[in-house]
């Protein structure tokens, strides 16, 4: 899933998502700015029905950490995760489809998954439509931390391949919400910033561990 290469500096310039080219996200004067560029794999062909697809774009958050993995808040995520507006989802929840930035949040709702849900939708002020295309988003850490996680998570629905079929059931390590779930698992990049240092750059990778800048 060539969705996105990530780099985040400070002056901070930024994290270069969705494509192999060198963006960044930037850090300076308390704010920060996360480049977005699209890459080779940014859309998707989502079935519908009788033969007919849409491309899709990919559901995407973006959120910070403390240097100890607690979470702190939401920066940005896309629309139909927030606020439950799937197209075609037969009822899925989709509770695969951002899984690390939802149990990061660690809030629990009536029917015991982690997802936003209709009724309970997170505010417009971190959510909006996925873009076309490449984008930025910018924030102002107000949580007084010196040092934080910034991390991205991202994914398509029905992404299949062969190692996560449509066909794999639920229960094995495979399973990926059915024929209307994700397919390929999400991907998390991150990157630990040092807002002591004036001027740096590296690179958001898709690991568990957010290097030092």
Known sequence: MK????????VLMGS??????????KYKEGNVTVF????EAWKHEFPLFLGISRKNDPQIAIWIEDTCGNYVSTVYVTNR????SWIMSGGNRRQEALPHWCHSRGVRYEDGLYSPTKNKPLPDAVTGATPKGSFKV?????NGLEKFVVKIEVNHSTDFNESYPKSATQGALNYSGGKEGSGQPALVYSVLVDTGKSSVSCPLKPSDSAPLC
């Open 3 to 10: 969705y996105m290469n990530v780099l985040l500096s400070f």
């Open 16 to 25: 270069c998502l969705f494509s192999c080219h060198s963006n960044v996200a």
């Open 36 to 39: 977005i560029e699209q890459g």
């Open 81 to 84: 995760i927030a606020t439950q």
């Open 138 to 142: 910018a924030f102002s850490p107000t």
